[in-house]
């Protein structure tokens, strides 16, 4: 739990740090609200497999079933607040300005609550794309004013390549992170899933918030047992002191 005593050596770690990587997954929004992307399937959508809906072949065979889909995740994310663990890191971004977050999640909370260097892997459900041309559309609308496609959420799907910008920003960071952190993340969708073994690799300290054990070992990992919005204030209290 959180308030169980740290080891000494990752307050040292939590104190030293000058280029801290955050890596966020769904059960960092949890607390927010937001079902993580496995409870997305529960209640109306329990009959249905995120690959049934979270993919450019779903879209193209059946359109309005994935955007009655992601109108219905769009409302629960437009319900959700930051919460304290989200206000935390944009407190160590303000005392450490060299921190990145680079998130999986779609839902934008990190921005919200104050954080401006996020690195955003999955794009964003709030916006929507042309499924063609990929051409970004600002306001609601079902086809695309350049080219006419079908307009779809800005979000990269199973099977689809992840912005290149995102990706190439995300392995810079962790590439230079004297400390990582990865939160809320089952770490099974690739290629966001290898960033903190990548870490682990290199000997960087990485420490894992999360209530269930996942697959990441190493010898630098910290696992603290627990939930994002409980971790997060007293880890960024003890890095920022
Ligand atoms: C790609 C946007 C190239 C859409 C999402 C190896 C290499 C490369 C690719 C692959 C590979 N193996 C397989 C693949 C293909 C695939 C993949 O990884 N499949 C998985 C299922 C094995 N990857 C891709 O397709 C990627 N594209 O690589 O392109 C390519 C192209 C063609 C063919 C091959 C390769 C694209 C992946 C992106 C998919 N889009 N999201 C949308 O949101 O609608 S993924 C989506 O699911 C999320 O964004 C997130 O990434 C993922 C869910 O993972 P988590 O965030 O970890 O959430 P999860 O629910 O799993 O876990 C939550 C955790 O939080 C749990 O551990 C829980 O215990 C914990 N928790 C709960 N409450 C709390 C908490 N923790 C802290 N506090 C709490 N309160």
Redesign the pocket.
């Known amino acids: 739990m959180a308030n169980e005593p740290l080891d000494t050596d990752l307050m040292e770690h939590l104190r030293g740090a000058r280029r801290p990587v955050v890596l966020t ?4 929004s ?2 927010s609200g937001v079902p ?3 409870e997305a399937q529960s209640g109306l959508w329990a009959r249905f497999d995120p690959v049934e809906l ?1 993919t450019p072949e779903a879209f193209e065979r059946h359109p309005q079933r994935v955007l009655d889909w992601y109108a219905w995740r769009r409302e629960q994310v437009a319900k959700a607040r930051p919460h304290a663990g989200h206000q935390a890191l944009a407190r160590w971004e303000a005392a450490c300005a060299a921190l990145v977050i680079v998130t ?3 839902d934008g909370l990190h921005q919200r609550a104050g954080s401006r260097n996020v690195v955003e892997l ?2 964003r ?1 709030d916006r929507d794309r042309c499924h063609h041309c990929g051409e970004r559309a600002e306001t609601p609308a079902r086809v695309c004013a350049q080219c006419g496609g079908p307009l779809r959420p800005d ?8 912005p290149e910008p995102a990706l190439r920003r995300a392995l810079g960071a962790v590439s230079e992170a004297d400390l990582v952190l990865s ?10 899933a290898s960033l903190p073994a990548e870490a682990l690799a290199a000997g960087v300290p990485v420490v894992e ?4 054990p ?1 697959s990441l070992k190493g010898r630098t990992l910290y696992r603290l047992r627990g ?3 409980e971790w997060l204030p007293r880890l960024v209290a003890i890095a920022c002191d």
Do not use: C
Not at 25 to 28: E, L, S, V
Not at 183 to 192: E, H, I, M, Y
């Open positions: 997954g769904a059960g960092m949890a607390e993580t992307f496995r979270a999986q999640n779609v999955h794009g459900i979000v990269v799907w199973f099977g689809e390549m992840l939160v809320g993340t089952s770490t099974l969708v690739q290629p966001a918030i999360n209530p269930e996942t939930k994002a919005a």
